[in-house]
């Protein structure tokens, strides 16, 4: 796939992501590695495509009340959008910082609430937004580079 | 490192994917935080974990980890199981705990399989 590029169309995936839904949790990042897998992106891109994407769609599980989760996958770049209905992020440079959480004792018993998850998606990208506010929607634009 | 030689060190069980008992390992990422995992494990580890929930299945999958040794009986449920078979994950139950399980692969040449390998 890699050498023929200029045949290759974008692919858009689309997943809808519930609140509190551990059992659903991470299905969707699965289904895009499978998708990346299947179309031959070298291991190291899937690998970060992946762990970006799963920690996203855990933070909608998580924190949020429910949203989406979109994967545009290019020849050059994969670019994942995680969305949800709030409740949103007052303080963004807070909340990037390592350690800090406000996941409850019921979810760091399963082992997330580290205060880890903003700053590995951070790691992961080549480009990462996050659009967010008190008492609006969350959005995080994740940018991963083929090439790097 | 052989898993199957693990796995007797351990005097583990088999749970999932038996067909990777020949397939080796290179390092260690022991943890009960799945962000550190994510974030941290190299090429070729071993996760052992006191979790046994369907994320650390999700987790592994996600960082590219083949295999998961769970500590101390903590037997995971039938779901995580199905979930693991699904994914080709090796799983083994042990009865030890995180730090001896930790301590007989040490004693054994096993290192550290974090990125930054300490
Ligand atoms: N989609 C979201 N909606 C609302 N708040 C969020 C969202 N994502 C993250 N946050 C806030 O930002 C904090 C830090 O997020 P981050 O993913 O870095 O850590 P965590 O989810 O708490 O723990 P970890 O990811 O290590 O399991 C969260 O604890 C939460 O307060
Ligand atoms: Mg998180």
């Known amino acids: ?148 | 490192m052989l898993l199957r030689d693990i796995c007797d060190w351990l005097q583990g069980e088999v749970l999932t994917g038996r067909e990777k008992m020949g397939m080796e390992v290179q390092g260690v990422c022991a943890s009960d935080l799945m962000s550190h995992v994510l974030a941290n494990a190299g090429e070729k580890v071993l996760l052992i974990t006191g979790l046994n929930n369907l994320q650390v299945v999700r987790t592994a999958e996600m960082s590219d980890i083949e295999a998961i040794i769970f500590v101390q009986n903590k037997r995971p449920a039938p779901e995580v199981l199905e979930l693991a078979e699904e994914k080709h994950l090796l799983t083994i139950l042990t009865p030890y705990s995180m730090f001896t399980t930790c301590g007989i692969l040490f004693k054994n040449g096993l290192r550290c399989g974090l990125d930054d390998g300490r």
């Not at chain 1, 998580?62 to 209905?85: F, K, N, Q, Y």
């Open chain 1, 1 to 148: 796939m890699m050498d023929d590029n200029k045949q290759f169309k974008p692919l858009k995936l689309y997943f809808t992501v519930e609140q509190g839904d551990f059992i659903r949790a991470g299905e969707a990042s699965s289904k895009i590695k499978k998708v990346l897998s299947q179309l031959g992106f070298p291991g190291s891109l899937i690998r970060r495509v992946a762990i970006a994407a799963y920690e996203a769609e855990m933070n909608i599980v998580i924190h949020s009340w429910g949203g989406e989760l979109e994967a545009e996958i290019g020849p050059e770049h994969v670019t994942i959008v995680a969305r949800d209905r709030g409740p949103g992020i007052s303080d963004i440079a807070l909340a990037m910082e390592e350690g800090y959480s406000t996941a409850p004792d019921k979810v760091r018993e399963m082992g997330f609430g580290a205060g880890m998850g903003l700053p590995n998606i951070q790691n992961c990208a080549t480009e990462f937004i996050i659009e967010s506010g008190e008492g609006r929607g969350t959005v995080l634009r994740i940018l991963i580079a083929v090439k790097e």
